[in-house]
């Protein structure tokens, strides 16, 4: 299990509250949920 690296990741909702973000801690992207 040592193999596989543990990618930390934040999610936090928007102003709205209504969408979800999530971001990546070790790039500091953030990936917007899909628009559906």
Known sequence: ???IPQIPMA???SAGGK???TMD???GM???PPTA
Do not use: H, N, Q, S
């Open 1 to 3: 299990m040592a193999d």
């Open 11 to 13: 999610i936090f909702r």
């Open 19 to 21: 969408t979800w973000y």
């Open 25 to 27: 801690i070790v790039t």
């Open 30 to 32: 953030i990936i917007p």
